[in-house]
């Protein structure tokens, strides 16, 4: 159990980098519009803002696509444990709770099977006291 507390082993070594990058970029375009600002050309402005939603939307767009696509990974347990097994085949915990997931799949579709065979025999049973008019 205490390994699901250290989960946070793997984004606190990449908060730096990405730190980094996102103020190099930051750095990167605050040059670039001020460099079209200081030639004080006319309309230095709309070129600086054409310039940012050049860049930002393909970005947020990427961005969200792949949310999106990444999000249907956890759509359920099963999903879940069958990419870990795919991705990790040596991860001996993704295939023992995939092995659970499909175990518990199991027993619910033979719960269901032998909910409806009770369903049936009860009908089946409540057929003839409705018929006779036993109450």
């Known amino acids: ?11 606190l070594p990449v908060l730096a980098p990405i730190t980094l990058i996102v103020l190099g970029l930051f750095m990167g375009l605050w ?18 803002n054409a310039i940012f ?13 792949t949310t999106y696509e990444r999000n249907k990974d ?13 991705k990790t ?16 799949g199991v027993v619910r579709r033979r719960q269901l099977m032998r909910l409806k065979r009770q ?5 089946i049973l409540q057929m003839p006291i409705a018929v006779l008019g036993i109450t």
């Open 119 to 123: 369903l049936n025999y009860i009908l």
């Open 1 to 11: 159990m205490d390994e699901y507390v250290n989960e946070y082993r793997m984004y």
């Open 53 to 65: 939603v050049t860049l930002a939307i393909p970005v947020a767009i990427a961005l969200g696509f």
């Open 89 to 104: 085949p040596s991860n001996p915990r993704a295939h023992n709770n995939l092995a659970f997931v499909l175990f518990q």
């Open 31 to 48: 040059r670039l519009l001020a460099k079209y600002q200081s030639n004080k050309m006319g309309g230095s402005d709309q070129i600086g």
């Open 74 to 86: 956890y759509s359920d347990a099963l999903h879940v444990w069958s990419d870990n097994v795919e």
